[in-house]
C-alpha cells in the first residue's frame, strides 16, 4: 500500500516502527497528539492513521477509547508490536561512558535492572524519540537514550546494547484507522471492534452479554469507560472474535440490541498473527 500513514509522536517513535513494519512503503507522518493523527486521515492528509490501544505492560493508553468513536474514522486492520528497548549513544561511545539514560517515564522502569547494574541514571524525557533526538543534538558520549533501533537509525546513533528491558513480553497493540470501512473477509480469523450504552435497567449488562455466551462468540476484551463528566453515563468498548455476517455475531448483536440505548461498530478486521 502506498500513500502517507499519520502517527502520534516523532520520527523513530515505537509508533512509527508500528508504521514501518506494517506498511513499509507509506510515508510516515509524526503528529503531536492523538487528535492531530485523526485530523491528519479526516482531512485526507494522510490514507491511514496507526494508533496504540493498549500495551501489555502498562495497559489502557488514556484517550483512545474516547477519541475513536467521535472520529468518523474505521478500524481496517490491528498490529501487535514487541517493544524492544535499547541503549542508544552518539557514535564512539563506550558503557563506561555513559552516565544518564533518557527515555519517556513509563520505559524507563521497564529497564530498571540494566540501569542498576550498570550505574546509569534514568532521566525523564517527553518521548523515547525526542530523547533519541536530543541525545543525537548534544553529541555527548556521556548520555544516552532508551528508546527503538529505529531511533537510532533516524537519528544516526549506535546501538550500544539491545533489548535491555526487564521484560520479555512487552508488547503493543496498534489499531490502523481509515476513512473508508472494509468489512471484506481478510483472514482465517476477523475482529469486530464496537462500543455501546446500556439502559438504565437492572442487570442490563449482564443480560446484553448473554448472547454472546449463548451464541458461542468469543469476546476478548470488554473495557468500560465514563463518557459526558457522568458517573452514571458507562460506555463500554468489546472487541469479539467474529464477522458481522455471521449467523452467531448476528444474534448476538441482535440480542445486545435489546439492552443497549446506542451500539456503533467501529470496525471489522483480521485478526493479527500475533494475537
Avoid: W
Amino acid at each position: 500500500m502506498t500513500g502517507s500513514i499519520a502517527f502520534q509522536g516523532e520520527l523513530g517513535a515505537y509508533s512509527h516502527q508500528a508504521c514501518f513494519e506494517m506498511f513499509p512503503d507509506m510515508d510516515p507522518i509524526p503528529c503531536a497528539t492523538f487528535e492531530d493523527a485523526i485530523e491528519a486521515v479526516q482531512s485526507k492528509s494522510a490514507e491511514l492513521a496507526m494508533l496504540p490501544v493498549e500495551n501489555t505492560t502498562y495497559g489502557r493508553v488514556a484517550d483512545i477509547h474516547r477519541l475513536l468513536p467521535e472520529s468518523g474514522l474505521h478500524i481496517i486492520n490491528e498490529a501487535f508490536v514487541r517493544v524492544h528497548i535499547n541503549l542508544l549513544v552518539v557514535p564512539g561511545a563506550t558503557l563506561s561512558d555513559i552516565k544518564d539514560a533518557h527515555s519517556h517515564m513509563v520505559l524507563l522502569p521497564q529497564c530498571g535492572a540494566f540501569l542498576r547494574e550498570h550505574g546509569i541514571q534514568g532521566r525523564v524525557s517527553p518521548d523515547n524519540a525526542r530523547a533519541a533526538r536530543d541525545v543525537a543534538d548534544s553529541g555527548d558520549k556521556s548520555q544516552a537514550a532508551l528508546a527503538s533501533e529505529l531511533a537510532g537509525q533516524v537519528y544516526g546513533l549506535d546501538v550500544l546494547a539491545r533489548n535491555i528491558e526487564d521484560n520479555d513480553h512487552n508488547t503493543t497493540r496498534f489499531l490502523v484507522m481509515s476513512r473508508d470501512a472494509d468489512s471484506t473477509r481478510r483472514g482465517d480469523t476477523m475482529m469486530t471492534t464496537f462500543v455501546f450504552r446500556v439502559r438504565n435497567i437492572p442487570a442490563a449488562l449482564y443480560k446484553a452479554m448473554g448472547g454472546f455466551a449463548t451464541n458461542g462468540v468469543n469476546m476478548t476484551k470488554l473495557e468500560s469507560y465514563m463518557v459526558d463528566g457522568s458517573f452514571t453515563a458507562t460506555q463500554f468498548y468489546a472487541d469479539i472474535e467474529g464477522h458481522p455476517d455471521d449467523t452467531s455475531v448476528q444474534l448476538a448483536l441482535e440480542e445486545l440490541g435489546y439492552f443497549t440505548d446506542r451500539l456503533h461498530i467501529l470496525g471489522t478486521y483480521p485478526a493479527d498473527q500475533k494475537r
